[in-house]
């Protein structure tokens, strides 16, 4: 008997356009059939996402992060998107390497607000080894110790490096694709792709669990997005979290003057990630301080389960911890406990 009498361990999906006989936890999606998906219509969509997500998740669970930018600005790289490369003029404060006591204490304030994860970012290209490495492995021994996940997103990471991280307790490790491999080169220069799919296997051979997805917004078209999902879901084991992210456009990047990404184009997104990797903790991340209750509702709906609580994204805005709060209260939604790990259920094996 299929969790709540759905039964989609073989589905058969019937639109005006495709029938499409789909093995539910896939390695092995095509860029097509992808795009097919991408391509059905909305609320047809909405729908089969939703009962996805409710075969391998509790829907009435989202898990709540927190973000802190431990090291602020002064980026050697030139990704168009991002306001912390050096490369760009604007105006962010920049900082060097926060101390651990002022990032414990953001955790322990975070943990009390009701997050669950504590993410630690730092604007740099590489991790180097050297005394701020080791401070940051001493930020994760104390912030595991508080019994949170515990994120890193550093950069470029060596597999030994990934070791260090995961004796320190480290539980995830954020490495976004950010686009497609044909679209990469327009948004970022200064290293490849390949770079990036090395980190992610660094990480994964340390047996931390892997945290990367995209932006959207940045003028890729549909293809490209389609692209970067057939990546990340060809991946084996996928990611067990996928963020997906609305580009903030900010002056003096190469990418401000963007048109903001519709809620309608935000909720397909998340739907085509909640088919395609139905296991992964699928995240609404940066944009999610321009969508309204009911866009986020949609999310929600559509597979999102995962948000970053918090007034600040790294640099930018995002929602305050009492509007998400009384989101929750309204959907009747409550946060995820820490190092859940959804279990698959069996009859979706
Ligand atoms: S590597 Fe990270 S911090 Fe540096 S410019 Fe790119 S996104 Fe920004």
């Known amino acids: 008997m299929c969790w709540r009498g759905y039964c989609l361990g073989r589905e058969v999906l019937v639109n005006e356009h495709v029938l499409?006989?789909?093995e539910i936890l896939r390695h092995n999606w095509t860029e097509k059939e992808i795009l097919d998906v991408y391509k059905t219509?909305?609320?047809?969509?909405?729908?089969?996402?939703?009962?996805?997500?409710?075969?391998?998740?509790?829907?009435?669970?989202?898990?709540v992060s927190s973000l802190l930018s431990i090291k602020t600005g002064a980026c050697p790289e030139d990704c168009a998107y991002c306001p912390q490369s050096a490369r760009y003029k604007t105006g962010i404060e920049a900082h060097s390497l926060l101390p651990l006591e002022k990032v414990v204490e953001t955790a322990k304030r975070s943990k009390k607000a009701g997050a669950t994860r504590f993410c630690m970012?730092?604007?740099w290209r590489e991790v180097k080894d050297g005394h701020e490495f080791d401070n940051v492995l001493e930020m994760v021994k104390?912030?595991?110790?508080?019994?949170?996940?515990?994120?890193?997103t550093l950069g470029m990471l060596t597999e030994s490096q990934a070791r260090r991280l995961a004796d320190a307790g480290l539980y995830a490790y954020n490495h976004n694709l950010d686009t497609s491999r044909e679209y990469y080169s327009e948004i970022i220069t200064t290293r490849t792709y390949d770079n990036r799919l090395n980190t992610i296997r660094n990480v994964r051979k340390a047996g931390i669990t892997v945290c990367?997805?995209?932006?959207?917004?940045?003028g890729e078209s549909i293809r490209d997005r389609v692209k970067m999902l057939l990546t990340l879901s060809s991946l084996n084991p996928h990611p067990?979290?996928?963020p997906i992210n609305a580009l903030i456009p900010v002056k003096g990047t190469p990418l401000g003057n963007q048109k903001p990404v519709s809620i309608w184009e935000m909720v397909r997104m998340i739907t085509v990630t909640r088919i395609v990797m139905p296991k992964a903790v699928v995240r609404l991340s940066a944009g999610r301080i321009n969508m309204s209750k009911e866009g986020q509702a949609l999310c929600f709906?559509?597979?999102?389960?995962?948000?970053?609580?918090?007034?600040?994204?790294?640099?930018?805005?995002?929602p305050e911890v009492n509007e998400?709060?009384?989101?929750?209260?309204l959907l009747g939604l409550k946060a995820r406990k820490a190092f859940k790990g959804y279990k698959i259920r069996e009859e979706a094996l």
């Open 121 to 123: 970012g730092a604007a």
């Open 41 to 63: 219509t909305f609320l047809e969509l909405i729908y089969r996402a939703a009962s996805i997500h409710r075969k391998f998740h509790n829907p009435l669970e989202v898990q």
């Open 142 to 152: 104390s912030v595991n110790a508080l019994g949170m996940e515990v994120c890193c």
């Open 301 to 318: 709906l559509a597979g999102a389960n995962s948000i970053f609580a918090g007034d600040k994204l790294l640099t930018q805005p995002n």
């Open 324 to 329: 998400d709060l009384e989101l929750f209260k």
């Open 240 to 242: 067990e979290s996928v």
């Open 212 to 218: 990367s997805g995209g932006i959207i917004g940045m």
């Open 20 to 22: 499409i006989n789909m």
